[in-house]
């Protein structure tokens, strides 16, 4: 069964530090995505970067890059120069191809609640 | 481009009354799907519509939620009768025709809160 696990309930960084969220995953599948999403006191889902089983690079969007260790099951997402409105929690997900008669569906870990300190 | 909108963000309801949560997705995206969080657990896939079509209703917790998209466009989700362990955040999400790699874009989330 796919799992992803997400081993930090709280992380701590200060204002302008790097940071790793770390989410490592299960399946016996050989195409798949992981997904980073940060959802703030507000309440919305946001998306930050996708990462595709196939790529041999890692994903990069701006300050957010995913650092994609396939033969370790290992998706971390890497935040650098923290900022104070990167407070919120940070779930890990993974998505599995469609297939005929199937549907994709994103699997979640339980999350890391990110507070950024000034 | 208006994102995924969920109505009503907030709802608290009695025991045994019926709530309906809309979803409107992201115009022209044929995938919606419906999601829920219960405190302090994960999110969890509930079903996934292709334009009005059910694709997957394999997450739905059982005969009290009702799911329709009528038309292809915005989505209903109803519970009745509501019970307590119903309360949690309920998400609604679309994407673009089918593929893996499709960004799946969340709404805000509707909370839900049975009494």
Known sequence: AQKITQTQPGMFVQEKEAVTLDCTY?????????????????GEMIFLIYQGSY???????????LNFQK??????LVI?????????????????PL???????????????LTVNP | ???????????VIEKGQTVTLRCDPISGHDNLYWYRRVMGKEIKFLLHFVKESKQ????????????????????????????L?????????????????????FGEGSWLTVV
Not at chain 1, 71 to 76: E, L, M, V, Y
């Open chain 2, 85 to 105: 362990e119903d309360s949690g955040v309920y998400f609604c999400a679309s994407s673009q025709e089918g593929g893996g790699g499709n960004t799946i874009y």
């Open chain 1, 80 to 96: 650098s120069a923290s900022q104070l409105g990167d407070s919120a929690m940070y779930f890990c997900a993974m998505i599995f």
């Open chain 1, 71 to 76: 033969a370790r099951k290992s998706a971390n």
């Open chain 1, 26 to 42: 299960d399946t016996s599948d050989q195409s798949y995505g992981l997904f980073w999403y940060k959802q703030p006191s507000s």
């Open chain 1, 99 to 113: 297939q005929e008669g199937g549907s994709e569906k994103l699997v979640f870990g339980k999350g890391t609640k």
């Open chain 2, 1 to 11: 481009e208006a994102g995924v909108t969920q109505f009503p963000s907030h709802s």
């Open chain 2, 56 to 83: 997957d209703e394999s997450g739905m917790p059982n005969n009290r939620f009702l799911a329709e998209r009528t038309g292809g466009t915005y989505s209903t989700l109803k519970v009745q009768p509501a019970e």
């Open chain 1, 55 to 65: 790529d041999e690079q890692n994903a990069t969007e701006g300050r957010y890059s």
